[in-house]
């Protein structure tokens, strides 16, 4: 239902009922463009394009958290997105509504972000940020996405330099005497650090010389650390155990035995990232005289071993659980050995034995 009235001040009243029996009604000084309207209004009703102009009224923040209370996500991941939203999201626009955030908004936001945070942070918030509006359109909230054609800062992956042995060797004898095989440990296996943390006794297999990672140990806010899957589906792997990691892990039971967990504080208690970082981790890299070295530089380590000895793309693949080759390539494709002289010499090997046979069979 549509119609158009004049009213006693010349003005013109357009109105029409959607699909819901609402009714929407505009004013304007010309009939044209109350009929144009009318028209706009009705081809996106027939397109199922139509969006309630009420709709759009909810703010970002209220929206955004009733669409990351709808996710499935797991604990970890849901704790991650909740802080990128709360610390750098609705500081700027929690209060608008989601009808009036324009993309100019949005590009606004991440040059500020941009100003304190890495571009691959930015790139996060962005997408998280992205997906909520991409569910408001979904939704029929808003008509589009202002997150559209937004314009990221460029990030630059730098090329992994892997520590030394001698770099692996000084860290380790930093560390406390009671996480010196949990290094030795990662460096030998390139296991995750929640996959080191969430270890446990029944996952190693002294006789077969392997460990099984299929689990990992989730620390986040406001909740007792829990073991839960690993990363992704190929996470869940066996490892080989090297005679050196072997030796360690079995020293280190045998110094201070456990029924589950591999690895505990001197309380006895599930390590949490931020209390290792800060009182284990920081403090051997500083005296191991490095700088720069994360937990994951171990994984890095054990990568390029594999790599040096010749260890194909999937073998390195597969130890680290990595859902693709095209991952692993992406990370440690600089670390094989440069092809370029097998290059030459099976160009070298045809066309020299082609123009031998020219010069001697066939001479001009």
Request: positive net charge; aromatic residues 6%; glycine residues 4%.
């Amino acid at each position: 239902m549509a119609s158009i009235a004049r009213r006693p001040d010349g003005t013109h009243r357009a109105r029409f009922c959607d699909a819901a029996g609402r009714e929407h009604a505009r004013h304007f000084k010309r009939k044209v463009d109350a009929q144009r309207w009318l028209d706009e209004m009705t081809a996106a009703m027939v397109t199922g394009q139509y969006v309630d102009p009420a709709a759009g009224r909810l703010t970002v923040r209220e929206y955004a958290e009733q669409w990351r209370a709808a996710q499935v996500h797991r604990p970890s991941t849901a704790a991650h997105v909740e802080t990128m939203l709360r610390r750098h999201v609705y500081p700027t626009l929690g209060h608008k509504r989601l009808a009036s955030v324009l993309p100019s908004d949005v590009q606004t936001l991440v040059k500020r972000l941009s100003a304190d945070l890495a571009p691959a942070t930015v790139g996060v918030v962005h997408r998280i940020l992205a997906a909520v509006f991409k569910a408001a359109v979904r939704d029929r909230r808003i008509v589009a996405s202002p997150c559209e054609g937004t314009r990221l800062p460029k990030v630059h992956r730098g090329r992994i330099e892997p520590l030394s042995w001698e770099a692996v060797q000084a860290l380790t004898d930093a560390m406390p005497d009671r996480y010196q095989a949990l290094a030795t440990l990662a460096a030998g296996t390139g296991l995750r650090q929640g996959e080191v943390f969430g270890l446990t006794v029944d996952r190693i297999d002294f006789l077969r010389r392997q460990l099984t990672v299929d689990r990992q140990l989730v620390t986040i806010p406001d909740r007792a650390p829990y073991l839960a899957p690993p990363k992704t589906q190929a996470s869940v792997r066996v490892v080989p155990l090297p005679q050196v990691v072997l030796d360690a892990l079995a020293a280190h039971l045998a110094e201070w035995p456990a029924d589950e967990l591999v690895f505990t504080t001197e309380l006895g208690a599930p390590i949490r990232r931020t209390a290792f970082s800060a009182r284990v981790w920081r403090p051997a890299v500083r005296r191991a005289g490095l700088s720069g070295v994360t937990f994951h530089s171990l994984r890095h380590f054990y990568a390029s071993l594999l790599i040096r000895h010749g260890e194909s793309v999937k073998t390195v693949q597969a130890r680290l659980g990595h859902a693709s080759a095209a991952e692993t390539l992406d990370t440690y494709s600089h670390l094989w050995p440069d092809s370029d002289d097998r290059t030459r010499a099976a160009v070298d090997s045809v066309m020299r034995g082609s123009a031998d046979y020219v010069r001697t069979e066939h001479p001009l």
